[in-house]
């Protein structure tokens, strides 16, 4: 089993939509979590951290589940600008190593 | 332009030959990663350096495989004897530690290995 692991994707959606990500993760030791977004053959940026109380940062809400394992990112009013491929991150403990998943391809279509 | 940055951006080399990559963090920050993408996957974590020591090498990488950040600034990441499995997205990051959760990773433009 992978130790982060994303929905397959891909998720094409119209314009003003809300779409979900999920990703689970194995290590019950970690620590810290981000959602990072890559966008075609550029390096990836870091769109948000999660917190275990959950953050929103705009149209962007993500959320943390210790108990499952569970991190989720919620787009609201899809953007055509939104269309890029979303990388759920996992820090274990002591901050090392960072997993990051395969990734999860979003389009967004007028 | 303060961000991370690598160089070459591109290499082409044939099968066998050694190449070895640059990767010049943010300057105030002390841990480095190299990581490994290639076309449809999430970057897979290669090593990581706090300030000059390597502190974690991931069983991906082989003997081939070294890595150095002599001064605790920049790093370089070579490969010997290079493989066509070898061609991918070679992606250096860098971030500074605040406390035990860790901070942002900032990447840099990577480099595109092709091996022929």
């Known amino acids: 089993r992978k130790e982060v692991e994303q929905d397959p994707g891909p998720f094409n959606v119209p314009e003003g939509a809300t779409v979900a990500f999920n990703c689970t993760y194995s290590n019950s030791a970690s620590q810290s979590f981000f959602w990072y977004r890559q966008d075609c053959r550029k390096e990836p940026k870091l769109l948000m951290s999660?917190?275990?109380s959950g953050n929103e940062d705009g149209r962007f809400t993500a959320q943390l589940n210790r108990a499952s394992q569970y991190i989720s990112l919620l787009i609201r009013d899809s953007k055509l600008s939104d269309s890029a491929t979303y990388l759920c991150v996992v820090n274990k403990v002591g901050g090392f190593k960072t997993i990051f998943g395969a990734g999860t391809r979003l389009f967004v279509k007028a | 332009d303060t961000g991370v940055s690598q160089d070459p951006r591109h290499k082409i080399t044939k099968r066998g030959q050694n190449v070895t990559f640059r990767c010049d963090p943010i300057s105030e920050h002390n841990r480095l990663y190299w990581y490994r993408q290639t076309l449809g996957q999430g970057p897979e974590f290669l090593t990581y350096f706090q300030n000059e020591a390597q502190l974690e090498k991931s069983r991906l990488l082989s003997d081939r495989f070294s890595a150095e950040r002599p001064k605790g600034s920049f790093s370089t990441l070579e490969i010997q004897r290079t493989e066509q499995g070898d061609s991918a997205m070679y992606l250096c990051?860098?971030?500074?530690?605040?406390?035990?959760?860790?901070?942002?990773?900032?990447f840099g433009q990577g480099t595109r290995l092709t091996v022929v």
């Open positions: 999660v917190y275990s």
């Open positions: 990051a860098s971030s500074s530690y605040i406390n035990r959760e860790g901070t942002e990773a900032f």
